[in-house]
Each structure stands twice: as structure tokens, then as C-alpha cells.
């Protein structure tokens, strides 16, 4: 089990701070991101900067990234401007 861990948009679209979910690659994570919260809540988690236990995760749809008991993943929303 893996904590995924929400913020900005992604965390109104989910309705959740942070969850535990059975996950075993980035692949499984955004596959479940999709099927339980739809097309919308995946592309917001697709444009997002996402950390594997505090390491930045360069492919999202990565199937060898392993993602180990009590692993946490972040979902960070990207600032820009000036």
C-alpha cells in the first residue's frame, strides 16, 4: 500500500488531502487516478509535478518504477509567473 498525497485542483477533484491505495508502478497510480476520478482529475495529475518519496518521478506512466510498501507519492501542483 502507497500513500498518494493531493494538492491544488487535484485535491477538489478528489475530495482527499491523501489516500491508501494497493499500487505497485507510477502506471497503476495513474491508472487508478483515472478510473476513480475520472478523465479530468488524470489530466490534472498529468500536468503535475509528481515526487516518489521526496524524489522528483520523471515518467508518470513508467510500469518499471516500483512503488514499495509505504511509499508516498506527492502530487504537486506547478507554479509559474512573475
Do not use: W
Amino acid at each position: 500500500m502507497a500513500a498518494l498525497v493531493y494538492q491544488g485542483e487535484l485535491r477538489r477533484l478528489t475530495g482527499k488531502h491523501e489516500e491508501t491505495v494497493n499500487v505497485t508502478s507510477m502506471y497503476e497510480v495513474m491508472q487508478y487516478i483515472a478510473k476513480t476520478y475520472g478523465e479530468n482529475a488524470f489530466k490534472h495529475a498529468r500536468r503535475m509535478l509528481v515526487a516518489l518519496d521526496g524524489v522528483k518521478v520523471e515518467n508518470i506512466n513508467n510500469r518499471e518504477q516500483t512503488i514499495s510498501a509505504g511509499s508516498e507519492v506527492y502530487f504537486f501542483p506547478i507554479s509559474c509567473g512573475g
